[in-house]
């Protein structure tokens, strides 16, 4: 294959790959809002306090629940059939890992923050974590294939029934128990999905003491920087629920919520079309350099309009649609947005160094 076609079909592929992750974040953007419209209102402010000191326990598990592996998975893909089956291994072993330090992490927060229901919330939250990581694999594994479009179908279904079950619990009085209890019957129901257009993947578990070990060794840079990252984004809460009464917590969380919510899904989005796309490249250097940068301009464009749109609109927005229920929670909607850009650049970066195979720089 030339040169010439080579790049048209890497263009294309990364085109059909935006195009149906940009679709995906579409629905699953306004199925979020939508939620959060209906969150605001059944739910009390306090209760939002236990959502953030949740997420905040969250900072202790990332690393076990995303490790790195299908990122890795992705670079790796010409030797997939050798290396899949070990690093499934080690995702699900990081995965219970992880269970067992929500878990106790729960127990520990409720000690030191005195909330209501934290402990058994996380206990609850600790179920989803190894589905989530087995997830993000077999998503790659999509991702290598090219198909974006079956990625892009089964997270609209798996948001649909996420959001479905949330605003369901909630109406019904679940209160802080809502996401949680959402979270682990989506993340079910998103392997199942993944699982059923991978009917020919080989589940074959095999994992040595030493390759594990040996696995740890090398994943140690992915998993500090998932610490560092999301101790970064999330540790404000370790202090603010000591300094804050559970109302106050309460608006703070629901503002960053409702701004890191477009964050969130605009960096998945980000990698997991470009992954793939980017790792075929990593053997040319200063084409890969070219891309990243034509790639970056688009993405800042796009995050610019929106921040616009989120700082201009978002306090009137938040007063009118939930009456005044959730204004104290408008000044932090707008310093978040304020930020939007610059974060997803970060994101384009961290993929950058990815590919340039210096994971020690990502964090």
Known sequence: ???????????????????????????????SFVSQIALGHFLEVETYAVFALISTAMIFATGFQNPG?????????????????????????MGLMGLVTMFLTGLVFQLIYETPYLSSVAATHSLSIPMVGLAALLIAVLGIRSRFRDISLIE????????????????????????ALALVSA?????????????????????????????????KW??????????????????LGNMLTNRELGFYFFGFLLVTNITIMLATGINQTLLPILSKMKSNPVELRQKVLRMSGAIALFSCLI?????????????????????????VVLFVAAALPIRMMATMGGLFLRQMARGEHVF
């Open 69 to 93: 592996i299908s990122k890795v998975l992705t670079q790796e893909q010409d030797q997939f059939d050798e290396v899949f089956g070990p690093y499934l291994s080690f995702a699900i072993v």
């Open 187 to 219: 993340s079910a129901l998103h392997i199942f999905l993944l699982r059923r257009v991978l009917p020919d993947l080989n589940l074959q578990f095999y994992l040595s003491t030493q390759e594990f070990f040996q696995f740890c060794v090398r994943m």
């Open 1 to 31: 294959m030339s040169a010439d076609k080579q790049h048209k079909r890497i263009g294309l592929a990364a085109a059909k790959g935006m195009a149906w992750t940009g679709f995906a974040l579409i629905v699953s953007k306004f199925l």
């Open 156 to 179: 609209m279904k798996r948001s649909l029934f996420y959001y479905l079950i949330l605003i369901g619990l909630a109406a019904v009085g679940a209160g802080p128990f809502s996401i």
């Open 307 to 331: 921040c616009i749109g989120l700082v201009g609109l978002g306090g009137t927005l938040t007063h009118w649609l939930w009456g005044g229920k959730w204004d104290g929670a408008v000044v």
């Open 222 to 239: 992915v998993i500090l920087a998932s610490f560092l990252m999301t101790l970064g984004q999330r540790g404000d809460y370790l202090v």
